[in-house]
Structures are given as structure tokens and as C-alpha cells.
């Protein structure tokens, strides 16, 4: 599947939100997501089915003042 | 010595130190820095997620084990569009509902843009985020945001970063006169002498990122300013002297032995 993941396009075998988090080895704990414009609740990532093209977003707290 | 603590949306702090967890030498140095600081608030940036190296930035893991109220900020927007976008995403980190709305345009001063900072703080406090906006050091704009929901406000002392101290102490001792929410003096400061500064004039905290990480010993400077605002705070409290134009002995002459 073809997903804009952080404004790069990701060619990914993945069905859900939840794989696109495994699939980066990404702390779920750390990372908030969007898709589509809509903020997805960690809760809900397995249940989030994805599509072709696709924008999502991972965002994370980083340092700054 | 009982001194009343600050306060802010209902959470008593043990500190009036908010401190920032950008540009420190390394992890080690900051978690001594922020140990030496008592700080218990410590402000963060929303970023895209590094796919190539996930784990590089992420600032939390470094954070384990120690407790404190997390104040994330919306730096890199433009607009109170942008802000709010990044306040969600913040909030449904699940770590805080607290928000630093910081907006900026010009890149060379980085000073915030008042009326967008306005919509943004009203849009987020009837959403019910703690909102703690960072803005220009003007009374009238501080009070507008502290009617428009704000549960503190942050003046700048100077541009972020630039290490000035306070441009205009005749402005922010105004700002905090006539504020009914806690004042805290974000950006612009530079040493242990512009903390007490604010802290005389009467904001109720600081906010400092830079004058620490990029002092030359950050942990050594970290105290040093934690000292300086219980100074400058009691110092506030405690009531400063007139200023005189002539002397006035510190001791009556009427005795005096060769009269």
C-alpha cells in the first residue's frame, strides 16, 4: 500500500494504523498520530483500517523551550 | 520561613522554575540540569517522528522514573490554526492537557504574534486545555488574554534566546500589578541577575531554556537560577526600600562621642 506517512510516500504492506507503528519500531507510548487530518486515539490504532494514499502523521515530544 | 507556593489551574508547584529541555550538551547534562533546577514543569516541542532514526529525538526516554507536569509548546506555528493543531496532538499524547501557545512569524526576532496568540488561547481554553500563552510583553495584551481563559500568562523579557534580560521592567511590573492569573517571564533572560529581576518585579515564575543548556556548566547555572528566583521572591515579598537621591546613616548622631 502507497501511504503519505510525515509528508514522505511509504510503499508498506500494512492494513491497520497499529502494523504502520510496528512496522517502524516505534514506542507506542511515545507517538501520536493523525490520519487523514483526524487525531486517532492509541486505543483505536487497531481498528483504524487503512487505504491507498492515505496522509498520516506520527508526531512525538522532543526537546524545546 | 512559610512562603505561599504557586498555583496554577488548581496544581500547587513546588517550584517557580519552569524549565526547557532543548539544546543541552547531552541527555546526562540536562537530567542534572533539570535535578538541580527543583524545576517540576518541564516544556517539550511537537515534531514529525525521524522515521530513519525513530528513536534519536524522542525526549521522554530519557525522562524515566521522575515525575513532573509536562508543558508541551506549539513552536514552529504560524498561525493559531497551526497552534491548535499541535495542542491536539499534544493533549492526546495522554501525558498533559497543559499548552504553551507559542506562534511566530519572524524568523529573526521569533516574537510572537499577538492576535493570533489571542485566538488561539480563546479556542483552547473553552476546549479545556490548561493554556499558558507565551506573548509581548504588553499589559493591555496580557490582560486580554487572561479574560480570554488563560491560566497563566508568559511575557517575554526579550526575544528567545537572545540572553537581554528584561527590556521593559516598567511594562512587566504593570503586567503583574494588575494580573488576577500567574505571570511567568518566558525567554529572553541571560543570567542569575535577570531571574531576580523578574522575580522583584513580581512574576510569580520564570520559564528558561537556553540561559542553562548553553551556559558553560548548565547544571552549576541551573541552580544558580533556582537560587536567584527564591532571591528575587523574597526579596518581592520582604519589600524593597525607596530609592533616595542622599544618604541616610545607618547609624543617629546624637550620641555621637566627640560632641
Same mark, same amino acid.
Given at each position: 500500500?502507497?501511504?503519505?506517512?510525515?509528508?514522505?510516500?511509504?510503499?508498506? /504492506?500494512?492494513?491497520?494504523?497499529? /502494523?504502520?507503528?510496528?512496522?517502524?519500531?516505534?514506542?507506542?507510548?511515545?507517538?501520536?498520530?493523525?490520519?487523514?487530518?483526524?487525531?486517532? /486515539?492509541?486505543?483505536?490504532?487497531?481498528?483504524?483500517?487503512?487505504?491507498?494514499?492515505?496522509?498520516? /502523521?506520527?508526531?512525538?515530544?522532543?526537546?524545546?523551550? | 520561613?512559610?512562603?505561599?507556593?504557586?498555583?496554577?489551574?488548581?496544581?500547587?508547584?513546588?517550584?517557580?522554575? @519552569?524549565?526547557?529541555?532543548?539544546?543541552?550538551?547531552?541527555?546526562?547534562?540536562?537530567?542534572? !540540569?533539570?535535578?538541580?533546577?527543583?524545576?517540576?514543569?518541564? &516544556?517539550?516541542? %511537537?515534531?514529525?517522528?525521524?522515521?530513519?532514526?525513530?528513536?534519536?529525538?524522542?525526549?521522554?526516554?530519557?525522562?524515566?522514573?521522575? $515525575? @513532573?507536569?509536562?508543558?508541551?509548546? &506549539?513552536?514552529? *506555528?504560524? &498561525?493559531?490554526?497551526?497552534? %491548535?493543531?499541535?495542542?491536539?496532538?499534544?493533549?492526546? $499524547?495522554?501525558?498533559?492537557?497543559?499548552?504553551?501557545?507559542?506562534?511566530?512569524?519572524?524568523?529573526?526576532?521569533?516574537?510572537?504574534?499577538?492576535?493570533?496568540?489571542? +485566538?488561539?488561547?480563546?479556542?483552547?481554553?473553552?476546549?479545556? @486545555?490548561?493554556?499558558?500563552?507565551?506573548?509581548?510583553?504588553?499589559?493591555?495584551?496580557? +490582560?486580554?488574554?487572561?479574560?480570554?481563559?488563560?491560566?497563566?500568562?508568559?511575557?517575554?523579557?526579550?526575544?528567545?534566546?537572545?540572553?537581554?534580560?528584561?527590556?521593559?521592567?516598567?511594562?512587566?511590573?504593570?503586567?503583574?500589578?494588575?494580573?488576577?492569573?500567574? %505571570? %511567568?517571564?518566558?525567554?529572553?533572560?541571560? $543570567? #542569575? =541577575?535577570?531571574? #531576580?529581576?523578574?522575580?522583584?518585579?513580581? *512574576?510569580?515564575?520564570?520559564?528558561?531554556?537556553?540561559?542553562?543548556?548553553? !551556559? +558553560?556548566?548548565?547544571?552549576? =547555572?541551573?541552580?544558580? =537560577?533556582?537560587?536567584?528566583?527564591?532571591?528575587?521572591?523574597?526579596?518581592?515579598?520582604?519589600?524593597?526600600?525607596?530609592?533616595?537621591?542622599?544618604?541616610?546613616?545607618?547609624?543617629?548622631?546624637?550620641? @555621637?562621642?566627640?560632641?
Amino acid at each position: 500500500m502507497n501511504l503519505i506517512i510525515n509528508g514522505e510516500e511509504h510503499q508498506v /504492506e500494512v492494513s491497520t494504523l497499529e /502494523e504502520v507503528i510496528s512496522y517502524f519500531e516505534l514506542d507506542p507510548q511515545l507517538v501520536v498520530t493523525e490520519v487523514d487530518g483526524n487525531i486517532i /486515539e492509541r486505543s483505536n490504532w487497531s481498528v483504524t483500517e487503512l487505504k491507498d494514499g492515505m496522509k498520516i /502523521e506520527l508526531v512525538q515530544f522532543v526537546g524545546g523551550g | 520561613m512559610k512562603q505561599k507556593k504557586l498555583t496554577i489551574a488548581g496544581k500547587e508547584l513546588s517550584s517557580r522554575f @519552569f524549565i526547557g529541555t532543548g539544546r543541552y550538551p547531552n541527555p546526562f547534562v540536562q537530567n542534572e !540540569a533539570i535535578k538541580a533546577s527543583g524545576a517540576e514543569v518541564l &516544556t517539550f516541542a %511537537i515534531r514529525r517522528v525521524n522515521l530513519g532514526a525513530p528513536n534519536e529525538d524522542a525526549i521522554l526516554q530519557h525522562l524515566e522514573g521522575m $515525575s @513532573f507536569t509536562y508543558l508541551p509548546n &506549539t513552536s514552529g *506555528a504560524k &498561525t493559531a490554526e497551526e497552534a %491548535i493543531r499541535i495542542a491536539r496532538l499534544a493533549k492526546a $499524547s495522554g501525558l498533559s492537557d497543559w499548552i504553551k501557545i507559542e506562534i511566530s512569524v519572524d524568523e529573526k526576532t521569533l516574537l510572537p504574534d499577538p492576535i493570533e496568540t489571542l +485566538k488561539a488561547t480563546e479556542v483552547l481554553a473553552k476546549e479545556g @486545555f490548561v493554556v499558558l500563552p507565551y506573548t509581548s510583553d504588553d499589559p493591555v495584551l496580557c +490582560k486580554r488574554l487572561e479574560e480570554a481563559g488563560a491560566a497563566a500568562v508568559m511575557p517575554g523579557g526579550a526575544p528567545i534566546g537572545t540572553g537581554l534580560g528584561i527590556l521593559n521592567p516598567y511594562n512587566l511590573q504593570l503586567i503583574t500589578e494588575q494580573a488576577n492569573v500567574p %505571570i %511567568i517571564v518566558d525567554a529572553g533572560l541571560g $543570567s #542569575a =541577575m535577570d531571574v #531576580a529581576q523578574a522575580m522583584e518585579l513580581g *512574576a510569580d515564575g520564570v520559564l528558561m531554556n537556553t540561559p542553562v543548556a548553553k !551556559a +558553560k556548566d548548565p547544571v552549576k =547555572m541551573a541552580s544558580a =537560577m533556582k537560587y536567584a528566583i527564591e532571591a528575587g521572591r523574597l526579596s518581592y515579598e520582604a519589600g524593597r526600600i525607596q530609592k533616595k537621591k542622599y544618604a541616610t546613616a545607618s547609624s543617629g548622631l546624637t550620641e @555621637f562621642v566627640s560632641k
